[in-house]
Structures are given as structure tokens and as C-alpha cells.
């Protein structure tokens, strides 16, 4: 059962707007969550993270909303530009089987030049 | 940067063989991980290791094996490849145990059992 939810396989958006992806966990026990970005061809690559102490983390153009209640998590990338179009990865990490991470299963983001 | 580097691309093998995946590491980590990725199943864990010759299963490490006799080396064993283990591999690297150490992965090896 996948404990970590990309419920939008894909998402296009115009340059220069922003681009919202979300992220749902079930697993209550998560308390430390991740952004990966991948091109094609490439293995994931680390774009920003959060602990659940948070409600929000920045990173320049990307932000991390996490509503620990909903257990939802947002990416926001603002402004979206054309080399922002990959797939981008929520993971999701418990106190206990710290190794572990779960994985959604990607949002395609398309940014139209 | 960190260098995480998978030894094939792509790899086709068949039903039956023993299959070995290698990813070594040019950064001293810790902790090695090897996860197999699937239309529509994200990343899953196979098996990790946090020290030469230490290895913890995983979600998925039924049909899989590893081998770690070097920090900077972590194999993962197919003992008898079968089709359903056609996927995506991905190998990847953390310095120590915190969690606020992001995983820094390789470019992934394609494999393909016919």
C-alpha cells in the first residue's frame, strides 16, 4: 500500500508562473519529508527538505508547505522556468527505520517557454 | 560533488541467471542504498548498508542479495533473474545516519530479463 501520494502524474504550466505540486502520507508516524527533482536519464537529485517542527521551508525559487494535520505536503516553485521540467519525487522518512524512505510515485512538471 | 556511479546503463539478462548490479561511491559515505523504480510504484527500498560488510533488508529484498566487502562498493545480487524483476535500479549514497543528510543517487541501470 503506498504510503506516500502523488495524486497528479503530471502537470504543465506556463514560464514565469508558479507551479504547486502536492504530496499526501497516511503514515503518522512521518516526520521528515523530501523533495527529489529527475531528469530523464539521471537519477534523482535532492531539491529541498523538512521536518515536521516546520510549516514551511525556502530554498530561493522553492518552497515546502507541510500541513501536518491533513498530512499534506506542497512544493511551490515560483517563478517556474523552462529547466524546472522534470519529475519531481515526495519522499517521507519515520523516526524509527530512519533509512527508510518512502517514495510517491512522481509528478511530471512541464514548464511551456 | 558527490559521484555515485552505476556500472551499466543498461543491461539484458535472462530468466535464471545470476545478476550482479555495481555502484561504487567516491566520497567516503556511510551509507549505501540500493531501490528499484516502477511505473507507477516510485522508488522502493531493496536493501541498505551503513558499514562495510553490514546490510539491512529493505522493503522489497525478496530475490535480491548484496554484497558491501568495501565502503566504497555496494553490489546487489539477482540469484535467479526473473522477468518480474525487470525495472529500473538505482543506487544511492548518504555521508552518515541523519536524516537531514539527503541520499545522493546514481544515474540508474536499466534492466531487462527476457
Known amino acids: 500500500d503506498q504510503q506516500v501520494k502523488q495524486n497528479s502524474p503530471s502537470l504543465s504550466v506556463q514560464e514565469g508562473r508558479i507551479s504547486i505540486l502536492n504530496c499526501d502520507y497516511t503514515?503518522?508516524?512521518?516526520?521528515?519529508f523530501l523533495w527529489y527533482k529527475k531528469y530523464p536519464a539521471e537519477g534523482p537529485t535532492f531539491l529541498i527538505s523538512?521536518?515536521?517542527?516546520?510549516d514551511k521551508n525556502e530554498d530561493g525559487r522553492f518552497t515546502v508547505f507541510l500541513n501536518k494535520s491533513a498530512k499534506h505536503l506542497s512544493l511551490h516553485i515560483v517563478p517556474s522556468q523552462p529547466g524546472d521540467s522534470a519529475v519531481y519525487f515526495c519522499a517521507a522518512s519515520a523516526r524509527t527505520g530512519a533509512n527508510n524512505l518512502f517514495f510517491g510515485t512522481g509528478t511530471r512538471l512541464t514548464v511551456i517557454p | 560533488d558527490v559521484k555515485v556511479t552505476q556500472s551499466s546503463r543498461y543491461l539484458v539478462k535472462r530468466t535464471g541467471e545470476k545478476v550482479f548490479l555495481e555502484c561504487v561511491q567516491d566520497?567516503?559515505?556511510?551509507?549505501m542504498f540500493w531501490y528499484r523504480q516502477d511505473p507507477g510504484l516510485g522508488l522502493r527500498l531493496i536493501y541498505f548498508s551503513y558499514d562495510v560488510k553490514m546490510k539491512e533488508k529493505g522493503d522489497i529484498p525478496e530475490g535480491y542479495s548484496v554484497s558491501r566487502e568495501k565502503k566504497e562498493r555496494f553490489s546487489l545480487i539477482l540469484e535467479s533473474a526473473s522477468t518480474n524483476q525487470t525495472s529500473m535500479y538505482l543506487c544511492?549514497?548518504?555521508?552518515?545516519?541523519?536524516?537531514?543528510?539527503?541520499?545522493?543517487f546514481g544515474d540508474g541501470t536499466r534492466l531487462s530479463i527476457l
Open positions: 523538512i521536518s515536521s517542527i516546520k
Open positions: 503514515n503518522s508516524m512521518f516526520d521528515y
Open positions: 544511492a549514497t548518504r555521508e552518515g545516519r541523519g536524516r537531514n543528510q539527503p541520499q545522493h
Open positions: 566520497m567516503d559515505h556511510e551509507n
